[in-house]
């Protein structure tokens, strides 16, 4: 073997090392996730009670579009809460373990301050996340801002509650964004959809959401 021929062998090597070094290192937040099996019963619409529910929710082509107006009713006539279009996942309430939200969603310019994810439950208060867009910026609650720029056009989020180490990680696209403790234990499911927050929102609010699958760590 000559000069040339050995640079290359060890340049040949070194993309073999690099290539797997880069496998290795980009993971998927889903992986070591068992996915659970969703059925339209898991999929419980609350839209405020005076009005039908085509008029604020439609499922067309694998998306689901849900939208509600600041002055809307509540979902419920004894409810004293904000206005709310949402998809409550039914029948996978949970109070222990590792859990995962995965969606595909779309939130059209102008909408502001609505709630277009959360976990419900917690030991305090009502809620363990709350992730709202203001302005086409994601906040934590209305505090930290986790994203920006995320108008009119489709992002995959991944939201993983590890309930007995009493964390929440969020995830863009693949990517850490955000992390932080839960607010303990209680009975636990996700919410998605438009939440109207208690100040600074937007008249008309709205998302879209496809893909969304539920996981569960096993082991």
């Given amino acids: 073997m000559n000069f040339s021929q050995q640079n290359m062998a060890l340049l040949i ?4 090392i690099t290539n797997c070094y880069i496998l ?3 993971t998927d937040p889903t992986d070591g996730f068992t996915n659970v099996q969703l059925t339209e019963e898991n999929f419980k619409i609350q839209r405020p009670y005076d009005v ?9 082509n694998g998306t689901h579009r849900l939208w509600v107006y600041a002055d809307d009713k509540p979902h419920d006539p004894n409810s004293n809460t904000q ?13 222990s373990g590792v859990w995962q939200f995965e969606g595909h969603a779309f939130v059209p310019n102008g909408t502001s301050g609505a709630t277009i994810l ?3 439950g917690a030991s305090k ?25 995320l108008y009119d056009k489709w992002f995959r989020i991944n939201l993983i509650h590890d309930v007995d180490e009493g964390n929440v990680t969020v ?27 208690p100040a600074n929102i937007s008249y008309y609010m709205e998302s879209r959401w496809r893909d969304i699958k539920i996981y569960k760590k096993c082991g």
Wanted: glycine share 12%; with cysteine.
């Fill in 171 to 197: 995830f863009l696209e693949g990517v850490q964004v955000f992390a932080t403790g839960d607010q303990g234990p209680g009975d636990l499911y996700f919410k998605c959809g438009v939440y109207a927050a």
């Fill in 24 to 26: 290795c290192k980009s």
């Fill in 52 to 60: 039908p529910l085509e008029e604020r929710y439609s499922y067309q």
């Fill in 125 to 149: 208060g009502a809620t363990t996340i709350i992730l709202r867009i203001y302005g086409g910026e994601m906040r934590y609650y209305s505090g930290q801002v986790i994203a920006t720029d």
């Fill in 118 to 120: 959360q976990i419900h």
């Fill in 83 to 95: 206005p709310r279009t949402e998809i409550r996942i039914t029948g996978l309430d949970y109070s």
């Fill in 13 to 16: 090597i070194l993309l073999v």
